[in-house]
């Protein structure tokens, strides 16, 4: 195992300390789920009706109905035996995929995405433990994909920052953002809240077509990492890119060219809009130069 990341490091690879270092913001964190929460027991009403602690209506005495549960007040006041209905509560899984693939190694400003992918991370692992739901987890690069099965406690929270930290890829395949997907849709099960992390770089219509087939049954989160450079060419001049191996001159001096180059961006997030406002996903832009909390606070506010 290597060691983890020195503090000026953190810019390029995050360290488990910092994971572990932001249970105190993710407090502030709220995932808000689209159904009402009740207040005791679990945090989310299931569609089943069964005998948990969250009223769900009163109805005529049915045979075979809990003595314990009859509604005494309607039954004196209709003269007809009724019944208290409950709706039975559950834990709610949250999965979160996060995209480590090369392109997600890259910043000219703030952090790499790849850092920024495993900071929102954390903090949504952090709120979800706090409310007591289960968490699992997928990672996914060209080396291969890494799921974690949904688990309770903080035992699973910290097998998946370790994960976060020192990916072990089986060796698998689904290194593309179709396949993880793909893999997405059989390990992420129905009424899960699911949030994918990633540049979204090789998206196409078969990934689309996974995605809506995860929307259908559950509720689905993206957030899209990207540097500034991506969106926006610097003002005229010379600039050298390298990463190690090769350099790359980028010279911004046409106007047009920077043009272009925005509102190709501009083509390409509004595809992602477009596309979740179609399957009723929720999109959330992120900037690798933005608080990852504060962008998970403006999502929960929408929410």
């Given at each position: 195992?290597?060691?983890?990341?020195?503090?000026?490091?953190?810019?390029?690879?995050?360290?488990?300390?910092?994971?572990?270092?932001?249970?105190?913001?993710?407090?502030t964190l709220k995932l808000r789920p689209k159904r009402i929460r009740a207040a005791q027991s679990g945090n989310y009403l299931s569609h089943f009706k069964g005998r948990g602690m969250a009223f769900a209506e009163t109805r005529l005495y049915q045979p075979g109905d809990d003595v314990r549960r009859m509604d005494w007040r309607v039954t004196a006041r209709t003269d007809k035996p009724h019944s208290k209905v409950f709706c039975e509560e559950r834990e709610r899984?949250?999965?979160?995929?996060?995209?480590?693939?090369?392109?997600?190694?890259?910043?000219?400003?703030?952090?790499?995405?790849?850092?920024?992918?495993?900071?929102?991370?954390?903090?949504?692992?952090?709120?979800?433990?706090?409310?007591?739901?289960?968490?699992?987890?997928?990672?996914?690069?060209?080396?291969?994909?890494?799921?974690?099965?949904?688990?309770?406690?903080?035992?699973?929270?910290?097998?998946?920052?370790?994960?976060?930290?020192?990916?072990?890829?089986?060796?698998?395949?689904?290194?593309?953002?179709?396949?993880?997907?793909?893999?997405?849709?059989?390990?992420?099960?129905?009424?899960?809240?699911?949030?994918?992390?990633?540049?979204?770089?090789?998206?196409?219509?078969?990934?689309?077509?996974?995605?809506?087939?995860?929307?259908?049954?559950?509720?689905?989160?993206?957030?899209?990492?990207?540097?500034?450079?991506?969106?926006?060419?610097?003002?005229?001049?010379?600039?050298?890119?390298?990463?190690?191996?090769?350099?790359?001159?980028?010279?911004?001096?046409?106007?047009?060219?920077?043009?272009?180059?925005?509102?190709?961006?501009?083509?390409?997030?509004?595809?992602?809009?477009?596309?979740?406002?179609?399957?009723?996903?929720?999109?959330?832009?992120?900037?690798?130069?933005?608080?990852?909390?504060?962008?998970?606070?403006?999502?929960?506010?929408?929410?």
């Amino acid at each position: 195992m290597s060691p983890s990341p020195s503090p000026e490091n953190e810019r390029i690879a995050v360290s488990l300390k910092t994971l572990v270092d932001l249970a105190k913001p993710a407090a502030t964190l709220k995932l808000r789920p689209k159904r009402i929460r009740a207040a005791q027991s679990g945090n989310y009403l299931s569609h089943f009706k069964g005998r948990g602690m969250a009223f769900a209506e009163t109805r005529l005495y049915q045979p075979g109905d809990d003595v314990r549960r009859m509604d005494w007040r309607v039954t004196a006041r209709t003269d007809k035996p009724h019944s208290k209905v409950f709706c039975e509560e559950r834990e709610r899984p949250l999965f979160i995929s996060v995209d480590y693939r090369p392109s997600m190694a890259f910043a000219t400003r703030g952090v790499f995405k790849s850092v920024q992918a495993a900071k929102l991370a954390a903090l949504l692992a952090w709120a979800a433990q706090q409310q007591g739901d289960r968490i699992g987890g997928q990672i996914f690069s060209d080396a291969g994909c890494l799921e974690l099965k949904p688990r309770s406690g903080k035992a699973a929270l910290l097998r998946f920052f370790n994960a976060l930290v020192y990916p072990v890829y089986p060796g698998n395949g689904g290194g593309t953002l179709t396949e993880a997907l793909a893999r997405l849709q059989h390990h992420a099960h129905p009424g899960s809240r699911i949030y994918v992390i990633s540049d979204f770089r090789g998206l196409n219509p078969l990934a689309e077509n996974h995605l809506a087939l995860i929307a259908r049954h559950c509720e689905v989160i993206l957030l899209h990492i990207f540097d500034p450079l991506e969106s926006q060419l610097p003002e005229k001049g010379r600039y050298r890119f390298t990463d190690k191996i090769r350099d790359i001159v980028l010279d911004t001096g046409e106007v047009k060219q920077r043009h272009d180059y925005h509102q190709r961006f501009q083509s390409r997030h509004m595809h992602l809009k477009t596309l979740c406002q179609k399957l009723r996903m929720t999109l959330l832009p992120c900037c690798t130069n933005q608080s990852p909390i504060e962008v998970l606070n403006l999502n929960s506010s929408r929410a």
